[in-house]
């Protein structure tokens, strides 16, 4: 498998691109200040250096066009940096105008949510995008503040409940790319992550077609007893799964869990077993969460996994 990209030095659309330039830009023009500056102290202190004897040397005070030309400088450099900035915060978030946005982001305490329009459909943790297009994601948050960055694709922007903000993303590569949460947002607030898979439109258009459709459930009887379970106890309060009559919103939408990579923001690798030992502690590995010890036993715990595992 390849690696996610991770990086902000890395930038994979148009938008991270404006960016990183900007900051090579900024880093050249302090860079050749620091050495400027640095060498003239260096040359100072070792031509003008003290020897035995010397007098006090020459008081020199009031030059006036010295002054002038060290105030002008430093306005002139710090103009240019305030245009480039402006240009790049112009390139990286253009008026939104009429354009609908193309997803809904909304940021939990501690997950991502997200929902696509027409046809509907409803993910958690894992959002796709297809390669090329120029999206508009709608940023909003379900309690308090959170950020959605993914360093390799975009600008920060805030999620502000009753607030929403917008982000443009034109993927450029095809992958897997990591962001998290980048605004303190409580005690889980380092393991929020953030998973983009960008896959070409075609993927894209099947995967969503397939989320969009109710998930079948197993039939194995493992899978049975599962799903059963997870009508009997309270899971259903708080995960939707479509074509059933778990409706709640307080957790990850479940519909199509299966395909995940990951659970819980990141926090665990999706694989039956990992899913078991999470629905038997979800406090053990992510530690003040608001899904509570459902207190299943070992047993219930490897049958709600099969079922939710095959969900398809
Ligand atoms: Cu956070």
Same mark, same amino acid.
């Given at each position: 498998?390849? #690696?996610?990209?991770?990086? +902000?030095?890395?930038?994979?659309?148009?938008?991270?691109?404006?960016?990183?330039?900007?900051?090579?830009?900024?880093?050249?023009?302090?860079?050749?200040?620091?050495?400027?500056?640095?060498g003239?102290?260096?040359?100072?202190?070792?031509?003008?250096?003290?020897?035995?004897?010397?007098?006090?040397?020459?008081?020199?005070?009031?030059?006036? !066009?010295?002054?002038?030309?060290?105030?002008a400088?430093?306005?002139?450099?710090?103009?240019?940096?305030? +245009?480039?900035?402006?240009?790049?915060?112009?390139?990286? %978030?253009?008026?939104v105008?009429?354009?609908?946005?193309?997803?809904t982001?909304?940021?939990?305490? /501690?997950?991502?949510?997200?929902?696509?329009?027409?046809?509907?459909?409803?993910? =958690? %943790?894992?959002?796709?995008?297809?390669l090329?297009? %120029? /999206?508009?994601?709608?940023?909003?948050?379900?309690?308090?503040?959170?950020?959605?960055?993914?360093?390799?694709l @975009?600008?920060? #922007?805030?999620?502000?409940?009753?607030?929403?903000?917008?982000? !443009?993303?034109?993927?450029?590569?095809?992958?897997?790319?990591? @962001?998290?949460c980048?605004?303190?947002?409580?005690?889980?607030?380092?393991?929020? @992550?953030?998973?983009?898979?960008?896959e070409?439109?075609?993927?894209?258009? =099947?995967?969503?077609?397939?989320?969009?459709?109710?998930?079948?459930?197993?039939?194995?009887?493992?899978?049975?007893?599962?799903?059963?379970?997870f009508?009997?106890?309270t899971?259903? %309060?708080?995960?939707?799964?479509? @074509?059933?009559? *778990?409706?709640?919103?307080?957790?990850?939408?479940?519909?199509?869990?299966?395909?995940?990579?990951?659970?819980? *923001?990141? +926090?665990?690798?999706?694989?039956?077993?990992?899913?078991?030992? !999470?629905?038997?502690?979800?406090?053990?590995?992510?530690?003040?969460?608001?899904?509570?010890?459902?207190?299943?036993?070992?047993?219930?715990?490897?049958?709600?996994?099969?079922y939710?595992?095959?969900?398809?």
């Amino acid at each position: 498998m390849q #690696m996610p990209h991770t990086s +902000v030095l890395d930038p994979h659309s148009p938008q991270a691109q404006s960016i990183a330039r900007l900051f090579y830009i900024d880093l050249s023009i302090a860079a050749v200040i620091f050495l400027l500056v640095t060498g003239l102290v260096a040359f100072a202190a070792w031509r003008f250096r003290a020897r035995p004897g010397d007098p006090e040397p020459y008081q020199e005070s009031g030059v006036r !066009w010295l002054e002038a030309l060290w105030t002008a400088i430093p306005s002139l450099i710090l103009l240019v940096l305030l +245009v480039l900035t402006a240009k790049t915060m112009l390139e990286v %978030n253009p008026p939104v105008g009429k354009r609908k946005p193309d997803v809904t982001v909304v940021a939990h305490q /501690w997950w991502w949510e997200y929902r696509y329009g027409d046809p509907a459909a409803v993910a =958690a %943790n894992e959002l796709h995008m297809p390669l090329g297009e %120029n /999206w508009l994601l709608l940023i909003s948050s379900a309690d308090v503040i959170h950020d959605f960055w993914v360093p390799d694709l @975009g600008a920060k #922007m805030d999620a502000i409940p009753g607030h929403p903000g917008y982000l !443009w993303i034109q993927p450029r590569q095809a992958g897997t790319f990591l @962001g998290t949460c980048a605004e303190y947002c409580g005690t889980d607030h380092a393991t929020m @992550g953030i998973r983009v898979v960008v896959e070409s439109p075609a993927d894209f258009a =099947a995967w969503r077609q397939h989320q969009a459709r109710a998930p079948v459930p197993p039939s194995d009887a493992a899978g049975i007893r599962g799903g059963r379970l997870f009508a009997a106890r309270t899971c259903r %309060n708080c995960h939707s799964i479509a @074509g059933t009559d *778990a409706h709640g919103r307080v957790g990850p939408d479940l519909g199509h869990l299966g395909e995940r990579a990951t659970l819980a *923001a990141g +926090v665990l690798t999706n694989t039956p077993d990992q899913l078991r030992r !999470w629905l038997l502690d979800p406090q053990h590995f992510k530690p003040g969460c608001h899904m509570p010890d459902a207190g299943l036993t070992d047993a219930e715990a490897r049958d709600l996994a099969s079922y939710l595992e095959g969900l398809r």
